[in-house]
């Protein structure tokens, strides 16, 4: 199923290029001439119509992929709790440098009492 718009026209531009190329190649086939002008009017709308064809392949694709990605990071942000923003910033002892304890004033190493 195609959820893309602009890939379902590419592929719809893509199928009127190949039928019109094979339909114009028949009737110049039938209306007489050379076997070369027919010929080259079928491999050039064959060629360009599959790349259409596979531009609306790759719209499609990467479409999906996004699709994809989204969900997963819903899950994943269903998953990991976010980080409080603000968080205090973390202090040291005046006297030897050692860190903190959140929200105490004591140092754990020299016990300095810090203000």
């Not at 709790?81 to 040291?92: A, C, Q, S």
Request: glycine letters at 12%; hydrophobic letters at 45%; aromatic letters at 8%.
């Amino acid at each position: 199923m195609i959820k893309n718009n602009i890939a379902f026209a590419l592929r719809c531009v893509g199928g009127v290029v190949v039928i019109g190329g094979v339909s114009w190649s028949l009737y110049a086939l039938l209306g007489g001439g050379t076997w070369f002008q027919p010929f080259l009017f079928f491999v050039v709308s064959v060629v360009l119509g599959s790349i259409v064809w596979g531009i609306s392949e790759i719209i499609n694709l990467h479409a999906q992929q996004i699709d994809i990605q989204l969900r997963l990071e819903e899950k994943l942000r269903k998953l990991v709790p976010e980080t409080p923003v603000g968080e205090k910033p973390v202090e040291f002892c005046a006297h030897c440098g050692t860190q903190l304890p959140p929200g105490g004033k004591t140092c754990p190493s020299c016990h300095e009492v810090n203000q």
